[in-house]
């Protein structure tokens, strides 16, 4: 079954710092990658996604992402964070199953940005 | 407008009784999907659904069920609620067949308290 890693669970960082968020998935075939965000006291919404053409992608507020597929990576960064983007972001990978494309999550990885 | 419902947004339950939290969509999407969201253990996927009457477990479907009779609604149903099912849960939709590359969208969570 396909799995998707974030390894970095808790990043702290601070304000006008470089922020890289690894994002690892196990699957040989083709696949969409999302990145989601999660504001404190919110629900998950979309922050960038990747299906196909220029594997670097960008994305709200800043933020972009660069598909590397031997790698099998999907890393999410922003070139200098705010304090606003204190929030948790999830890494996410829709794959093929039979005829369906069935997205499956990572655990999530907590950024605090200090002021 | 797009949107994946959840009610109630909080509740507070007793050890035993049995609670059903609703989650509806208005974008005629075939999967849906509930996880949980507890600090240091990212997000978990409790059950999901490929369509009407298609249901699977997810990574910790333990002491939940769920049912899928229409293509709209996935309530999540706790028979006798423990408090180690104290958590914050989210319903999400999906497109499945048709469209690989479209996000999921979640629902604003309901935050559960079982005492």
């Known amino acids: 079954a396909q799995s998707v890693s974030q390894h970095n669970h808790h990043v702290i960082l601070s304000e006008a710092a470089s922020l890289e968020l690894g994002c690892n998935y196990s699957y040989g075939g083709t696949v969409n990658l999302f990145w989601y965000v999660q504001y404190p006291g919110q629900h998950l919404q979309l922050l960038l996604k990747y299906f196909s053409g220029d594997p670097l992608v960008k994305g709200i507020k800043g933020f972009e992402a660069e598909f590397i597929k031997s790698k099998f990576s999907f890393n999410l960064r922003k070139p200098s964070v705010q304090w606003s983007d204190t929030a948790e972001y999830f890494c996410?990978?829709?794959?093929?199953?039979?005829?369906?494309?069935?997205?499956?999550f990572g655990r999530g990885t907590s950024l605090i940005v200090h002021p | 407008e797009a949107q994946v419902t959840q009610n109630p947004r909080y509740l507070i339950t007793v050890t035993g009784k049995k609670l059903t939290v609703t989650c509806s969509q208005n974008?005629?999407?075939?999967?849906m999907s509930w996880y949980r969201q507890d600090p240091g253990l990212g997000l978990r996927q409790i059950y999901y659904?490929?369509?009407?009457?298609?249901?699977d477990k997810g990574d910790v479907p333990e002491g939940y069920k769920v049912s899928r009779k229409e293509k709209r609604n996935f309530p999540l149903i706790l028979e006798s609620p423990s408090p180690n099912q104290t958590s914050l849960y989210f319903c999400?939709?999906?497109?499945?067949?048709?469209?690989?590359?479209?996000?999921?969208?979640f629902g604003q969570g309901t935050r559960l308290t079982v005492v």
């Open positions: 974008m005629n999407h075939e999967y």
């Open positions: 659904s490929m369509n009407v009457e298609v249901t």
């Open positions: 999400a939709s999906s497109q499945l067949l048709t469209a690989s590359n479209t996000e999921a969208f």
């Open positions: 996410a990978v829709k794959t093929r199953s039979g005829g369906s494309y069935i997205p499956t």
